[in-house]
């Protein structure tokens, strides 16, 4: 452990419903550590947004944290309502299917339901894994703004992780922008070799891109014969679960066909 990240959250969880305001005297005295120590810990805390200092020359939590918090309620309403309509997508497509949500530069996978035929025991939830090469990712980025994602990438060379990996700026570009056109992502073995999967963006009620969820697979068919199928199926599913969101799209699905082969899981 880093001692000064753990005292700097020790100090943290000192803050309660009962306490919601505590003096540096004060915290320096609970938790044995010089007023100085505390004072400097505070000051970090304060430059991020993580404490505020008070009109009385105390601390309170501050911004940063409410932040945290409204991320992490979003998240686990976006995973409750998602759920049910992703176990229909994986009973339909038996493959795995996985919904993330944007973390910095990379995704989170919050949810995931793997396929039995899963060579691999074990889940990817918890995972980050890099935008610009998975269909989850590239589901994300095709609905941020061109500028936003020449800043996540300018002069940062794009890691090749297959031969497939599509790694110059401009073909990135080419790419979201067809993904924009056709409503869904693909990753073509472009992040793992021998995995092929189809992604979908998921809205919120502003109409922001907030998540994305996916199909993948280790058959080569999910990126020929299966294509257009599966897409579909990921497309009519995001959007469900964007309307669960409050999303309200701005024109008819043409893919709202999709829940009449397996029933609508809303």
């Known amino acids: 452990m880093i001692g000064s990240v753990a005292k700097a959250l020790d100090i943290l969880n000192l803050f309660s419903r009962a306490e919601p305001r505590l003096t540096v005297t ?20 304060a430059e991020y947004g993580f404490v505020e200092q008070t009109e009385d020359s105390a601390y309170a ?22 759920a049910p309509l992703l176990r229909a997508l994986a009973d339909a497509c038996d493959e ?7 973390d910095a530069h990379t ?28 269909s989850v990712g590239k589901a994300i980025l095709a609905f941020l703004p061109p500028e936003e994602v020449n800043e996540m990438y300018a002069g940062a060379p794009l890691r090749p992780f297959t031969p497939h990996t599509i790694t110059q700026l401009p ?22 070799d021998g995995t092929f999967c189809v992604g979908a963006p998921i809205f919120d009620g502003q109409g922001r891109v907030i998540g994305s969820c996916s199909i993948s697979g280790g058959d080569p068919d999910i990126m020929g014969a299966r294509l257009p199928a599966l897409s579909e ?3 009519s599913t995001a959007q469900e679960i964007s309307r669960h969101m ?6 008819v699905s043409l893919v709202r066909t999709a829940h009449k082969r397996w029933g609508d899981a809303g």
């Open 246 to 251: 409050g999303y309200v799209p701005a024109r």
């Open 107 to 134: 995704v989170l996978y919050i949810y995931a339901i793997e396929s039995s035929r899963r060579l691999l025991a074990r889940t990817a939830v918890g995972d980050r894994v890099a935008m610009y090469c998975t």
């Open 233 to 235: 199926s990921v497309v």
């Open 61 to 82: 939590l501050g911004r940063a944290v409410i932040a945290l918090t409204q991320t992490v309620l979003v998240n686990v309403e976006l995973r409750d309502r998602a």
């Open 26 to 45: 004060e915290i320096g005295r609970r938790l044995a550590m010089p007023k100085s120590t505390a004072h400097h810990l505070l000051m970090t805390l």
């Open 171 to 192: 073909a990135l570009h080419d790419e979201l922008r067809a993904t924009r056109e056709r409503g869904y992502s693909v990753d073509n073995a472009e992040h793992e």
């Open 96 to 102: 795995s299917v996985y919904l993330t949500v944007r």
